[in-house]
């Protein structure tokens, strides 16, 4: 849903009855499933079932498929890997040294599988609130996210097997789309596991992102969402990270761009993050950590789901 959402710029309310999702009586909705429907029909008689037709392709973030070109006196660009295809590859450091040197910035290996879990407190700035958020992690690969936004508590975990959403609306398990993007997030030790979640890399001249010169990484591996990486050319560190959802209806990205790195046990971690999707922006400050600390494991269990709407 976020992927339509974003893809014609509204909101849930635009096809969905508030506080009653599952109700079928506006217009909005059963137009959206007709487009679903044509959409598969398209990439399966004519792209082989590859998802190449989407609903940006024609919405492009407008409510109505936009059908004529605009016009612009700007000349036009060609997309930015194209931009770059002149340049010679040798001059780029090869994959396994980008990820060497983003692993020694952040302390090493060594120092890094020193920590087993992380408890982080500090606030979220979102659609113009700002509220408290709780982090915590537990080695390899566990996270949850308490947030408590004006709405109640909002809950985002992944326990190393599934992952989980919670408001006080109910939980729900996520989607497979979702907890593989969540289990990345949960990654305690990424600097050291990329190669072993990923398997094939491919080296690009970075964007400049926040002032910095980076080197682009694209990672794909199998059963894991495909990355963009952009490390700082100079400190080595992970400036940003976008990843990509695949759902019937498209590719859905995120973006996190990662901001003042401080050391900490020896390693070095980033007290700011802005996470953007489709659906907005917001901005995570962390205002204290503890590493090493105990972890109540009820929190990586997942509640019972919310029953079904009785009708």
Not at 13 to 27: N, S, T
Not at 155 to 178: F, I
Not at 276 to 289: A, D, K, N, P
């Amino acid at each position: 849903m976020q992927f339509i959402a974003g893809s014609l710029g509204v909101d849930c309310q635009f096809c969905h009855v508030e506080h009653a999702m599952d109700k079928d009586e506006k217009e909005e909705k059963k137009t959206a499933r007709k487009m679903m429907v044509m959409e598969l029909a398209l990439n399966k008689n004519h792209f082989n079932n590859e998802v190449e037709v989407t609903c940006y392709s024609c919405h492009r973030g407008s409510l109505s498929p936009v059908g004529t070109p605009v016009l612009s006196t700007e000349p036009a660009k060609a997309p930015f890997h194209e931009r770059h295809e002149t340049i010679d590859a040798t001059r780029l450091p090869a994959a396994a040294e980008i990820l060497d040197n983003y692993l020694a910035a952040v302390g090493g290996a060594k120092a890094l599988h020193k920590i087993t879990t992380r408890s982080q407190i500090g606030t979220i700035d979102a659609m113009g609130e700002q509220y408290p958020v709780e982090i915590y992690s537990e080695a390899p690969e566990k996270r949850v996210s308490v947030s408590h936004p004006s709405f109640g508590e909002s809950v985002t975990a992944y326990n190393g097997q599934v992952g989980w959403l919670a408001s006080p609306r109910g939980s729900h398990p996520m989607s497979a789309a979702e907890a593989a993007a969540a289990r990345i997030d949960a990654q305690l030790y990424f600097p050291a596991r990329i190669r072993e979640l990923y398997q094939e890399f491919k080296v690009q001249p970075g964007e400049i992102v926040d002032g910095h010169a980076t080197y682009l990484v694209h990672a794909q591996g199998h059963d894991m969402p495909p990355l963009r990486l952009y490390f700082d050319q100079q400190t080595g560190l992970l400036l940003r990270l976008i990843r990509y959802a695949q759902t019937p209806l498209g590719r859905n990205p995120t973006q996190i761009d990662y901001f003042d790195y401080r050391e900490i046990d020896d390693i070095k971690v980033p007290y700011k993050w802005m996470l953007t999707r489709t659906s907005g922006t917001f901005t995570v400050r962390i205002s204290s950590i503890q590493q090493n600390v105990p972890i109540n494991e009820k929190l990586f269990t997942m509640p019972p789901a919310a029953p079904a709407p009785q009708h």
